[in-house]
């Protein structure tokens, strides 16, 4: 499947959408965190199974798309692309926040505990100690695989070095910190394990565990089947476990709904092989519902860069009555926020593409 690797896949556009939905869903539903329990807890809790594949399956499509890139350009070319998208991303993102939060504390919930006296030493501190949007840590998580991809790309070509590498990955980085969880292992027992550089890093895991999806399993009757089971299974066991640990508990633990938790892992990949299925139909579409597709998966990046600004400016302007209506149906915050955001960001990203194209049509016909 190695020719897949250069041909766009219209089906992980798709996976993108849905996984930047997912984001706005996990955390229009922060409820689940609360000391009450009942059904607007359960409700939540709910929603965060459900939604929980958000970060694997973003990490997994980044492994899809660049574990091969010596094929493509260089590694200088690779970095400079990296730094251009997400670094700059990550820039613009912070100073938007910081911004926004510091010139109008008052129309934001929670910016008087982010900026205090708006300067840009206080700034700088933030952006160092990601602190001005804590959901941009993944930025920086993906950002410390980047710099190690050159080194998890020599096994591309090698499916017997990846498989392995995944497995060990899967054990240091989700069975073992579970055992450790129930109880079932002493941390002590383990300590030396969890310093194994790659190996206990989730987010390396999905990296790798999405090319090998995508390159070297085959989409087969057999797949799909396990692919459906895992996909529908994972969530409701996660909600049951997080349930019972729960449910008698104003403590919140989040480790059984959690994109590190084992299946979280399995939910993920069930999720990716199922949606794949839909890329013969997605590609005989027509060439003007392929680029409304291609215009909302590029937009996912600006979408998350800015729903949590949105999400805290509704928390302090929303009636009281909206507001918890949001508490009730976190779903129905969840999909405002994502319209609200996703509609600028979308007409942006489509503005770009023109632009873009415009600029390589002038090009050649100079």
């Known amino acids: 499947m190695s020719a897949s690797t250069h041909m766009r896949l219209y089906f992980e556009d798709v996976l993108n959408v849905l996984s930047c939905f997912a984001v706005v869903a996990l955390h229009c539903s922060l409820t689940v965190f609360g000391k009450g329990r009942g059904s607007e807890w359960e409700l939540a809790l709910a929603q965060q199974a459900a939604f929980i594949f958000a970060v694997p399956v973003f990490m997994m499509l980044s492994g899809a798309n660049l574990m091969e890139y010596r094929s493509r350009y260089s590694t200088y070319e690779f970095f400079r692309k990296r730094v251009l998208r997400v670094g700059v991303a990550l820039l613009v993102g912070s100073v938007a926040c910081y911004l926004a939060y510091g010139l109008f504390p008052d129309s934001f919930w929670g910016a008087r505990d982010v900026v205090k006296d708006f300067s840009l030493g206080e700034f700088v501190h933030g952006f160092l100690g990601n602190t001005i949007n804590n959901v941009y840590w993944f930025f920086y ?43 079932l292992v002493m941390p002590e027992d383990v300590s ?28 087969t009757p057999a797949v799909r089947a396990a692919a459906v089971v895992a996909m529908v299974a994972s969530p409701v066991l996660m909600y049951a ?38 890329e013969p139909r997605l590609r005989a579409l027509g060439k003007r519902a392929k680029s409304v597709l291609t215009a909302l998966s590029s937009a996912s990046l600006y979408v998350y860069l800015f729903h949590i600004p949105v999400i805290n400016w509704l928390g302090v302007n929303v009636t009281p009555d909206l507001s918890g209506r949001f508490v009730r149906h976190p779903l129905y915050e969840a999909v405002i926020v994502f319209v609200l955001v996703g509609v600028p960001s979308v007409a942006y990203a489509a503005a770009k593409r023109t632009a873009k194209r415009r600029a390589r049509e002038t090009a050649f016909a100079r």
Do not use: K
């Open 241 to 278: 476990i997080g349930h019972a640990v729960n449910v008698a508990s104003t403590q919140y633990d989040s480790f059984p709904v959690n994109a590190f938790f084992p299946l979280a892992a399995a939910y993920a990949a069930g999720l990716f092989c199922v949606v794949r299925i839909l």
């Open 141 to 183: 998580a993906i950002i410390g695989v980047y710099c190690v991809t050159p080194l998890l790309s020599l096994a591309a070509d090698r499916p017997r070095l990846l498989r392995g590498l995944l497995a060990g990955g899967f054990l240091l980085a989700f069975v073992v910190p579970t055992l450790t969880w129930a109880h």
């Open 192 to 219: 030396a394990m969890q310093g194994w550089p790659l190996l206990t890093s989730t987010a390396v895991f999905y990296f790798l565990f999405g090319y090998y999806l995508r390159e070297y399993v085959p989409d």
